[in-house]
């Protein structure tokens, strides 16, 4: 398999998932809807008839909201020439919603287990706790698509300002800001695919957008192309970001790891930023935590990569790591 068709389908796997939280939920509004409301105990009861009637009929149309609606909502815009309000980052609202949907699911089952068998009550106490955990994760979810969390940690990533500096991976453009607004007079390459399932429409369009927002598309250069095979010369740039991308390359990492710092000039700097286990991302995406690659893997992969690590620690939730080129 090339190294391409390789990081698509390492791409497909890790976001195919985003579609099925619309399907869960749409499966989950039912059952809350219909099923449970035909338990002797809750039937007897009007508030929890109703009641849960109310909350199957949310968890569906949000459900419904987050397979489709956004995007109808986009194309209507666009079909209008109305304009979204503000920056724009494009997360999926199975991203953004899916936790806190998650939560309204959980708790609902919670208390139809304390009323129908009561002897489960284990269960229900598990229940409500996931369902706080999944609240929070839907807070934290949320922050990813506001401007005033496109920031950067406070590192000696750029001296002098001067040069160039490529953001790898840059979506729609969260990171891209951040160096923009940290940085006030060097130039930037934004580089992605543009083919995230996860962001609206590949992330390029809306990339141009926040640019022109934030009177940067002049000092920004827009490029197509692979972490595992960088468009660029050898010694090209003069520091480097890479925010929750370079998580997504799976067995390809260390390729991408490689070509970042072959792009670098000698003495550049490349800022890591991404997702490890911990609170944080259980609170996101709860068993899928389990999975992601600790601090300690992703410190032997940059030094097998050729990096010299200076600097580390946790910023807003994710791991973040200062690498030299020596």
């Known amino acids: 398999m090339a190294v391409n068709d390789a990081h698509r389908a390492h791409g497909a796997h890790r976001h195919g998932h985003m579609g099925l939280v619309g399907l869960i939920g749409v499966a989950a509004g039912l059952f809350l809807m219909i099923y449970v409301p035909s338990l002797p105990a809750i039937s007897r009861a009007v ?41 724009d980052f494009g997360w999926a609202p199975a991203w953004t919603y899916g936790p806190w949907i998650a939560a309204m699911i959980l708790i609902a089952s919670a208390v139809a287990i304390e009323v129908a068998a009561p002897g489960f009550w284990p269960a229900a106490i598990a229940l409500t706790l996931l369902a706080a955990s999944f609240f929070a994760g839907g807070l934290i979810a949320r922050t990813t698509g506001k401007y005033d969390y496109a ?85 090209h740039f003069d520091a480097a970001v890479s925010a929750h991308a370079v998580d997504h390359l799976g067995p390809q990492t260390k390729l991408g790891l490689s070509e970042i710092r072959r792009v670098l000039k000698p003495g550049g700097r490349f800022l890591l930023i991404v ?14 935590a389990f999975s992601l690659a600790p601090k300690r893997a992703w410190r032997r992969m940059a030094a097998e990569a050729g990096f010299l690590l200076g600097d580390e620690g946790m910023f807003n939730g994710y791991w973040f790591a200062l690498l030299t080129k020596p």
């Open 275 to 288: 997702w490890v286990p911990g609170w944080t991302m259980f609170a996101i995406a709860n068993a899928l």
């Open 47 to 87: 508030l929890l008839f109703g009641g849960f009637h109310l909350v199957g009929a949310i968890v569906l149309l949000a459900s419904l909201y987050v397979m489709a609606g956004e995007r109808m909502g986009r194309r209507l815009r666009a079909l209008g020439g109305g304009e979204a309000r503000g920056y």
């Open 151 to 235: 920031v950067l940690p406070m590192v000696d990533l750029w001296p002098g300002e001067a040069g160039q500096a490529l953001d790898a991976g840059c979506g729609a453009g969260r990171t891209t800001l951040a160096l923009g607004r940290a940085y006030k007079k060097g130039r930037i390459v934004a580089l992605d695919r543009f083919d995230s399932s996860y962001i609206a429409d590949g992330g390029r369009a809306l990339l141009e957008e926040n640019l022109r927002r934030a009177n940067l598309s002049e000092r920004v250069a827009i490029e197509q192309g692979d972490l595992t095979a960088l468009p660029f010369a050898a010694d």
